[in-house]
């Protein structure tokens, strides 16, 4: 689901109030979090953005480019995880990143999260989209719900049951939008 205007202002905010610089966004769309991330950012701040699909970004740019901070994006086209790999390969990466965003596909967050442990600085954010999904995740087994939304619930489940139990990091979910878990790395 597409990031609300209450959660782009959060962002926005949460990532003045920590001074991020170097960032990472999993799942862009049209830009609206990216946007909001980027106004964020000092003019030198650094976005790492990932997404399958280039064309949509294409058509959220114009609008990233009139507010000025187009220089701070570099877009992949493609999926997430090599990319992630690849960054994890390489030393220099690990703990340079002072903030994640992460809202793409549910089914892949716990596999995300393995390797963005380690891009994440002691001390920076890693922010899981959608962790509410819907309400879903307090629906019971038998509640009617749309099919994209049941098949996505147990992987929601499954990693804020991940998450809560994770000792290297501290958690907090916000109910902003569809839910916006913050996990701050401590170890
Ligand atoms: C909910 S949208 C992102 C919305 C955006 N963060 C915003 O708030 O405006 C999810 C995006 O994840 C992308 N996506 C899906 N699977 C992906 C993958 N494996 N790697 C990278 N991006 C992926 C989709 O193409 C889609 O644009």
């Known amino acids: 689901m597409t990031t609300s205007a209450d959660e782009g202002q959060f962002l926005n ?22 946007l909001a991330t980027a106004l964020a950012l000092p003019d030198d701040g650094q976005i790492l953005a990932m997404d399958i699909n280039r064309e949509n970004y294409e058509l959220g740019l114009p609008v990233i480019q009139k507010a000025g901070v187009a220089h701070k994006i570099d877009f992949r086209e493609g999926p997430a995880l090599p990319v992630l790999d690849a960054l994890v390969e390489d030393e220099k990466n690990h703990g340079s990143f002072d903030f994640i965003f992460v809202d793409a596909d549910k089914d892949n967050y716990l596999n995300y999260h393995k390797r963005l442990l380690d891009l994440v600085k002691p001390g920076g954010i890693i922010g899981y989209d959608n962790t509410l999904w819907n309400g879903s995740v307090v629906a019971p087994p038998d509640a009617p719900l749309r099919k994209y939304v049941r098949y996505y619930r147990d992987f929601v489940l499954e990693l804020n049951k991940a998450l809560a139990a994770d000792p290297r990091i501290e958690i907090c979910q916000l109910p902003v939008g569809d839910g916006i878990t913050l996990c701050r790395r401590v170890k």
């Not at 990532?15 to 966004?25: C, F, G, R, S």
């Open 13 to 34: 905010m949460l990532l003045k109030l920590i001074n991020a610089k170097k960032t990472m966004e999993i799942g862009v769309y049209t830009g609206y979090s990216l």
